[in-house]
């Protein structure tokens, strides 16, 4: 890495540096199929995450894996609750993890979240999917951190 400080994580930095235990070479390369496959493995959110964070754009896949959590909510008050704090977070403008979506969307969520549903944040989360799908992750998969993940799975590459 030419004595600058690494920019990886600790468990993507371990991953690159030797073999991961917990990925297997199938699904790192299923990840350069398509984004909806990312999404789909156990460890492509986590690590397409890291990716994010290294960019200054981690808010999106933030919002879109609280919005899978938000969805499973079976308590009314718990979803009130959760839908006023993703508002806050992620919604509201000026809050502190933003996310890119038109201001129709935004008031739909506001007047929405008065009484949320478990789908009162589904065109927000497509249209943060469709951000990450079309801009970030065709750089993931050009990134030194992506580069590095498939070398260090290769079943050759032993430590």
């Not at 991953?15 to 235990?21: F, T």
């Amino acid at each position: 890495m030419s004595g600058r400080t690494c920019w990886l994580c600790k468990a993507c930095r371990e991953a690159s540096e030797r073999r991961p235990a917990h990925l297997t070479l199938e699904e790192v390369l299923s990840w350069a199929q398509s984004f909806e496959k990312l999404m789909a493995t156990k460890h492509g959110p986590v690590i397409y995450a890291a990716y994010l964070k290294m960019e200054h754009s981690e808010e999106n896949i933030k919002f879109w894996m609280a919005c899978e959590t938000y969805k499973k909510i079976a308590s009314r008050w718990s979803r009130i609750s959760q839908a006023k704090k993703l508002y806050k977070i992620y919604i509201q403008p000026q809050s502190p993890r933003e996310i890119n979506i038109d201001s129709s969307t935004r008031e739909t969520i506001f007047r929405n979240i008065q009484e949320p549903t478990e789908t009162c944040f589904e065109e927000a989360q497509r249209t943060v999917y469709m951000h990450m799908e079309r801009d970030s992750y065709p750089r993931f998969l050009k990134s030194e951190m992506y580069q590095k993940l498939v070398k260090a799975v290769q079943p050759n590459n032993h430590s």
